[in-house]
DNA sequence: TTTCACCTGCTTATAGTTCTCAATACTAGC
DNA sequence: GCTAGTATTGAGAACTATAAGCAGGTGAAA
């Protein structure tokens, strides 16, 4: 199920690019943090631990590179950075978020349950549906007490 | 069901602000191409052209301001910029939104269709949805010939 | 080992947004 | 209407996340 650093070394080789130290620093980064939405700067600031003389040049072009290659895609909590999460062969389409408005938790939600709403707008607008992106604000169990 | 610019007086009013005529210039603007999600500095270009002496920072100010009296929201699409539309009093969540992958339209979908989606997250979760905030990517009718 | 395209860190640039501040415009009380 | 006090403004500088430019480094293929 979890894509793992062969799969990405594969993935880059095809496309003619190479897992470098610093590629593989950052993969290794997200796949430990892999619920955690990380964004550039904190990326930089892990992989600086093992990797002291990456710049974070490095790392936002490393975090093009994954994403045009399907490797991560990019996520938006409106906080002012772009944040990066692993894609999984299993979901077809980006998993739902629940944000706390209280606490700022992010909870993952795998039920797509899109399925009658999606397929009534194709119907009504005309309009196919490659992806989805979906957010929910509200309070987390913990902070609605 | 609009809102009107007597509405926002009255809304400022309330919290003890004004309704300048840069202020109402803005809302001017934005009324008058209420579907068109616009940018801050779009919006500054047609303000421009009735109060030619207003600042940009101004029209950023005022964007604030009217988020944050729930007069206007704010709307990603990904694209740099913070766009802006009005609140309409009869929904009670922000509408969703299409985003065609080739010509960039934005087309609204005023359907929610989410109950069953929001009472299993409520229940599975022990979350409580405030709002929400959909978008839909794909190809719209013109664009899938 | 030589080649050559890829990759890197450093630095500078870009662009959307916010901040600072002095000047101006309103409003309430006289 | 005048005055005092507060809200608001425009100009410009400052900030911040991200991207670009560049010269040197790296590593696989010949
Ligand atoms: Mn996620
Ligand atoms: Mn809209
Ligand atoms: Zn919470
Ligand atoms: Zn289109």
Known sequence: MDIN???????????GYKLTTQRKAILDAILENHEKHLNPEEIYNIVKLKCPDIGIATVYRTLQLFEKLNIVCRVNFDDGYNRYELI?????????HLICLNCGKVIEVKMDLLETLENEIEREYGFSIVDHNVKFFGYCSDCEK
């Open 5 to 15: 650093v062969k799969d990405v070394k594969e993935i880059l080789k095809e496309e």
């Open 88 to 96: 999984y062969d299993t979901e077809q389409h980006q998993h739902h």
